[in-house]
């Protein structure tokens, strides 16, 4: 018998797929090409007629490929927006609207050497209030069926937003304003960086692993 | 564009429906299919298994690989309660296009 396997490997040529996953297809399509090949020739059909009436079973392997690749994409984009964007930016707003709310009701943060532009602000309302949203990220995103990364991201999302407007405000504070000292600069943007990244993606991290390690134990328990 | 989405609509129907008479691999969805439609509808692997990944990842299908007695390594697709739950609307949508056609175009369906 041919080696289908082989086969398939030479024909569909490479797929921009994770390796495990490229595999089980490869392994699917050569096992449905043997499961053909076998019945025709339980149909008495000779063996050279019956591969040459599989091979024909694919009339463009370009096609198949690119089918394979869009079903597979179109999957892809759609885990992404349900596991990652969606509870990714309602954990955003979320905590975003509550430190509003806070600074609106007069909640000030305690904050270390006030008056100096590298200050550490400890925003204790709103920081105690961060694992539930990474909790709510986390939840969102496992209720979607996302596991590992996606999940992480979901919750650490407000962190990584301000990660990104950092950078932005870094590059555009060093591009517009060449005559700022170097030295307060990278100052200020570390100090900002506890205070608005490493801060809050501890207490959102806590959320998010407080939460899965009770969705295990209680998976466990039943 | 209509005619793709025809056919596609054609492929989704027949595959659910006949997984929800049983869990099969693709090979057998294939041969069912093309069996009970009389040869008329014949999948080739380009527009099989797109469309099984494609449902699969909507959770109206699920595939496990299953070891056969003689070893051999198979996927094997079951329908899943969201697949069987989309089986009513779409039948519903082809009796609607089946009455439709018998007015507009006197198709009949045997």
């Known amino acids: 018998m041919p080696d289908w396997l082989a086969y398939v490997n030479d024909h569909l040529g490479r797929v921009s797929l994770p390796e495990a996953e490229s595999l089980q297809v490869r392994e699917e399509l050569a096992t449905h090409l043997e499961d053909a090949y076998l019945s025709l020739r339980e149909n008495g059909v000779s063996e050279s007629a019956a591969i040459r009436l599989v091979c024909r079973q694919v009339s463009s392997w370009q096609e198949l490929r690119r089918g394979i690749l869009a079903a597979k994409s179109e999957a892809f984009m759609q885990n992404r927006v349900s596991q990652l964007w969606i509870p990714g930016l309602?954990?955003?707003?979320?905590?975003?609207?509550?430190?509003?709310v806070f600074d609106v009701l007069g909640l000030k943060p305690l904050v270390f050497h006030p008056g100096d532009p590298s200050s550490i602000v400890f925003y204790f309302p709103w920081l105690l209030s961060l694992p539930l949203f990474g909790a709510l990220g986390a939840y969102l995103s496992l209720r979607a069926r996302g596991q590992g990364l996606p999940v992480h991201c979901a919750s650490l999302f407000p962190a990584l937003i301000m990660?990104?407007?950092?950078?932005?405000?870094?590059?555009?504070?060093l591009v517009l304003d060449r005559?700022?000292?170097?030295?307060?600069?990278?100052?200020?943007?570390?100090?900002?960086?506890?205070n608005w990244i490493c801060l809050p993606a501890i207490f959102l991290l806590l959320g998010s692993?407080?939460?899965?390690?009770?969705?295990?134990?209680?998976?466990?328990?039943? | 564009m209509i005619r793709t989405e025809l056919k596609r609509g054609?492929?989704?129907?027949?595959?659910?429906?006949?997984?929800?008479?049983q869990p099969l691999h693709g090979y057998e969805i294939s041969r069912r299919i093309e069996r009970d439609s009389g040869g008329a509808l014949r999948f080739t692997l380009a527009a099989l298994y797109p469309l099984l990944y494609r449902m699969e990842k909507r959770g109206w299908v699920r595939g496990d690989w299953e070891t056969s007695d003689n070893g051999r390594r198979r996927r094997c697709y079951k329908l899943l309660p969201s697949g069987r739950k989309m089986l009513?609307?779409?039948?519903?949508?082809?009796?609607?296009?089946?009455?439709?056609?018998?007015?507009?175009?006197?198709?009949n369906h045997a």
């Open chain 1, 90 to 100: 309602v954990t955003f707003f979320g905590s975003e609207v509550l430190l509003v």
């Open chain 1, 163 to 173: 990660a990104a407007v950092l950078i932005v405000v870094l590059v555009v504070a």
């Open chain 1, 179 to 194: 005559h700022a000292s170097f030295r307060i600069v990278t100052s200020v943007f570390a100090a900002a960086i506890i």
């Open chain 1, 209 to 222: 692993t407080l939460l899965q390690l009770a969705m295990k134990r209680r998976a466990a328990a039943d």
């Open chain 2, 10 to 21: 054609t492929a989704e129907i027949a595959i659910l429906s006949v997984l929800e008479q």
């Open chain 2, 88 to 107: 009513a609307p779409l039948r519903a949508e082809w009796a609607d296009l089946f009455r439709a056609m018998r007015r507009v175009a006197r198709v």
